[in-house]
C-alpha cells in the first residue's frame, strides 16, 4: 500500500467526528421509531464511513448509474447505520431520517428494494448478500464495466452455508475486485459466535477460499479506508476484511452487551448517550 494512500491525522479526525454524528442519529432513529437492533447498528459505522466517504466510486446524484461501486449491506437489521450514512453522504434529505420505520415512509425497519437511493439490496434474510454481490461482479466482468462489489456481512451470518459456498465462487473465478467486511462484533443474537459455531481460525477461513485476508480495527477509519480504496490489490483474489469491532460501539453503557441487541432505548438511555458522543 503506498504511502499517498494513507489519510492525513486531520481527514481521519474529521471522519471520526462524522462517525460520531451517525451514531447520534442511529441513537434517535431507535428511541423515535421503537426499534431494536441498536447495539448492532453502532458497531458497523466507522466502516461504512470509510468506504463511503473514502472508498466507494458513487455519485450520490446518480445512484443508479451503471459505472457505480456497489456496497451490499448484507447484515440489514442493522440499516439505520446505512441509512444515516446514506443521509450525511447526500444520497436523500437528513430530515428523511426522522421517518424511519414510520408508515407512509421510504426507510423501513429492513431495507426493500430501491427503498431508498443507495440501498442496493433487500437484505435482512442472511447469507444472500454476498451472493448476490458476486452476481453483480460477475456481470460487471462480462459487460467489461470496472465497478467493484463490496459486501458487509456480521459474524453470526457466517454460520450460513451459503455465504461459503459464495466464498468457494469468488475465489474460484478469481473475483479480485469484489471484498467482503466483517463487522466481526463476536456477538449474535443469543450467544457469543464462537459459542454458537465454530468460527475460528476466522481469516484463515477465507484465506483458504482462495482471498487475500486481513484483520483489522474495525473501528479505525485511517486502516480500513486505504484497504477498502485498494481494490483490486494485485493480488489477483478476492479480499476479505475481519474487522474486529465493539457491539454498542461508541455509547459505554452498550459496549460489548447483547442486551442491547433486543432492548429499545428510553429517553434516558438516548440522552445519556447523545453526551458520551459529544452531540448535546
Known amino acids: 500500500m503506498s504511502a499517498s494512500s494513507q489519510l492525513s491525522q486531520q481527514r481521519v479526525t474529521e471522519l471520526n ?81 426522522a421517518t424511519f420505520c414510520k408508515e407512509g415512509g421510504h426507510l423501513p425497519e429492513q431495507p426493500s428494494p430501491k427503498c431508498a437511493p443507495g440501498v442496493e439490496l433487500a437484505t435482512g434474510s442472511l447469507g444472500h448478500g454476498l451472493s448476490v454481490g458476486l452476481g453483480m461482479a460477475l456481470a460487471g466482468r462480462i459487460s467489461g464495466l470496472p465497478y467493484r462489489v463490496y459486501a458487509l456481512l456480521s459474524d453470526g451470518e ?79 483474489k478476492p479480499v476479505a476484511i475481519i474487522a474486529n469491532t465493539v457491539k454498542g460501539k461508541g455509547v459505554s453503557f452498550m459496549e460489548d452487551d447483547n442486551n442491547w441487541h433486543y432492548q429499545v432505548p428510553k429517553k434516558e438511555h438516548l440522552d445519556k448517550g447523545l453526551k458520551e458522543l459529544g452531540l448535546t
Not at 77 to 95: D, I, N, Q, W
Not at 217 to 228: K, S, V, W
Request: proline share 6%; charged share 25%.
Open 17 to 97: 467526528n462524522l462517525a460520531r454524528k451517525i451514531r447520534g442519529e442511529v441513537l434517535k432513529m431507535s428511541f423515535t421509531a421503537g426499534t431494536p437492533h441498536l447495539a448492532s447498528s453502532l458497531s458497523p459505522v466507522d466502516i461504512l464511513v470509510a468506504a463511503y466517504f473514502e472508498a466507494l466510486q458513487i455519485d450520490p446524484k446518480k445512484p443508479s448509474d451503471s459505472g457505480r461501486d456497489r456496497f451490499i449491506f448484507s447484515k440489514g437489521h442493522a440499516v439505520p447505520a446505512l441509512y444515516a450514512t446514506l443521509a450525511m453522504k447526500g444520497f436523500f434529505p437528513e430530515s428523511d431520517l
Open 158 to 236: 457466517c454460520n450460513e452455508g451459503s455465504v461459503w459456498e459464495a466464498a468457494m465462487f469468488a475465489g474460484g473465478r478469481k473475483l479480485d475486485r469484489v471484498a467482503v467486511i466483517v463487522d466481526f462484533n463476536k456477538w449474535q443474537a443469543t450467544d457469543r459466535s464462537e459459542e454458537v459455531m465454530a468460527i475460528q481460525p476466522f481469516r484463515k477461513k477465507w484465506e483458504t477460499f482462495g482471498w487475500t485476508a486481513h484483520e483489522v480495527d474495525g473501528h479505525d477509519i485511517g486502516t480500513l479506508a486505504p484497504l477498502l480504496k485498494n481494490l483490486p490489490d494485485g493480488s489477483g
